[in-house]
Structure formats: C-alpha cells, structure tokens
C-alpha cells in the first residue's frame, strides 16, 4: 500500500486490519458512542481552555459549554457525511454530563496552575520528516503550553474506559511521536500570533490526560493518595489528581529520537508491504466501524 502520510491513529488502533480497511476506504460512515464521547470531551476541553483558563473566567455552566462542544462536533460530523449511530443519539445526555462534570473537575483541580502558562494552542497540527523516502507522520496535538517556567508542555486528552498502565504510556507509538516532534518536527501553533510552519527543536513534558479519571470514585476504593499515602476512598470522593495526570517519561538520551525513529519506520515498512495482521477482539469487533468488511471464517449468514 503507498501512503503519503501516517497518522497518529494508524499507531495506536488496537486492530492493525482495522487501519488497513479505514486507509482503503471500508468503514462505516457513522460516529461511535466511544468515538462521538471522546470527540465531544476534546472540543470541550479546547473551548475550556481558549475562552476560560486563558481567558480568566470560569464557566456560567460546564452543560452549556459541553452543549456548544457538542453541536460543534455535530456539525462536523455532518460536513463529514458521518452519522450518529442510535446508541449515540440514546446516550447524549449522558455524555453531556459526564464530561460536563469532567469540565468542571478539569477547572477546579488543573486552573490554578494551568492559568499561569501559554497557551500555544489546541488540536495543534504537527508533521515530521523522520527518514527520507518514508511518508511523513501528521497528526494534532490536543493542547501544546508553556508552563511558568517556559518549559514546553504536550497534553493529549482521553477519554477511555480503561486507565493505561505506565508500561502501556512508555510504549505509546502516539506519545513517542509526539516527543520526537518537539525535537524535529514542524508546528501550525494556532496561538493567534503564527502563520508558518515553525520548529520547536526542545524536549517537551508528555501528558496523558485521563479525563474519566477526574470523576469521583463511584464505589468505595482503598488506593494511595497524592501522597503516597494508603487511604480508604468512600463513594464520591475526589480520585487522587495522579490518577488523571499522567506523566510520561522518556530517558533524556539522544538515542530516545532514534529508538522512537526506528520503531515508525518499521511500522512504515509494515504498511508498504501490506503487512496489517488481523488481531480480533471479541467485544472491538462487535462495535468495529469497518466489520461488515472484514473477513470472517464461521459460517453464520
Ligand atoms: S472487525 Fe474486528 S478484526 Fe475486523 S477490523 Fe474491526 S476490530 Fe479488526
């Protein structure tokens, strides 16, 4: 398969035939729960941050401002010929309160000390040329700051069911890239002030924000606190902030570029040669936008 560009999300899908099938064309033209929840929060969390932890005023009411983020969303998905699944329009009122109360957790728990950094912007669009003759990585880095003492700070927000393990983080093809973009990659900041592709050439902090995390526990859970301390958490209570926030790090060695280098272009590789191995999951592939598609071996019609 020749490809121009990898993504980010060609990295990270659990399923390697998946992307194969979304780089071909074969998926469904509709948003998943899942998919429309994590879009939704994104959106939201930009619009937090552009007009409130930047601008100086917190929100009149998070419903409101997840409301917004959702119709924006919704517009986009229909310029996209996308359309929301059934389960998608049953579960808006779910979402909007779920990640309205992340907002708000989000401001209460992060403004104080967000408020003092830059923003360079959000859904920052970033390529890097990592080898000659290899498509290039594009992606958008959901938050891109400068914290109070000018260190470059990479946010990308989640919004999974499941809490990634530091193993999980470490070896993080999405994060990893990102990394190495901070070093050799080529920026679009969206801060207001640039208009031209700019390098950074600096190591960056790498956040994973596990947005699910910042609501409180829902049953009763005994687990170290920002302490380090074991603490018994009742129903409701606040999850320790070190649950959500979730920094990655790489080693500071020069040879961390390279490793990160070597690991996509062999990805690349895989790809050229067409290369995708199929790697079911009994619940992804209940829900999967490309299963119609994909090759299957019972003999249920
Ligand atoms: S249906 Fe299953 S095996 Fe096929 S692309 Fe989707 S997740 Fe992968």
Sequence with gaps: ??????????????????????????????????????????ESMRLLHERHIHGGTEPALYSMLVSEAAAIVDATLAAEGRLKTPAVEA??????????????????????????????????????KYAPRYPEFASHIDCL??????GLVVIDWKWKAESPTYQYLARNMQMACYYACCFEGRFLLNDGLSTE????????????????????????????????????????????????????????????VDDIRAALMQRARMFKNDIFPQNPDPVGCTICEAESFCKRFDTIV
């Design 1 to 42: 398969m020749r490809l121009k560009e990898i993504h980010s999300s060609d990295l990270t899908a659990s399923c390697p035939k998946f992307v194969e099938l979304r780089l071909k064309g074969m998926t469904r033209p509709a948003a998943t729960t899942a998919l429309y929840r994590g879009l939704v929060a994104g």
């Design 91 to 128: 579960s808006m009122s779910d979402v909007v309160t779920d990640v309205a109360s992340a907002c708000e957790k989000y401001w209460m728990k992060l403004q104080p000390r967000m408020s003092k950094w830059t923003l360079l912007g959000c859904e920052v669009p970033v390529r890097w």
């Design 145 to 150: 700051l400068r914290d109070e003492n000018g």
């Design 197 to 256: 592709w700019v390098s950074l050439c600096e190591e960056p902090r790498m956040v994973w924000l596990q947005l699910p995390a910042l609501l409180p526990f829902g049953r009763k859970t005994r687990c170290e606190d920002d302490k380090g301390m074991e603490v018994e958490f009742s129903r409701g209570d606040d999850r320790p902030i070190r649950m959500a926030w979730k920094e990655i790090e790489y080693g500071h060695l020069p040879s961390t």
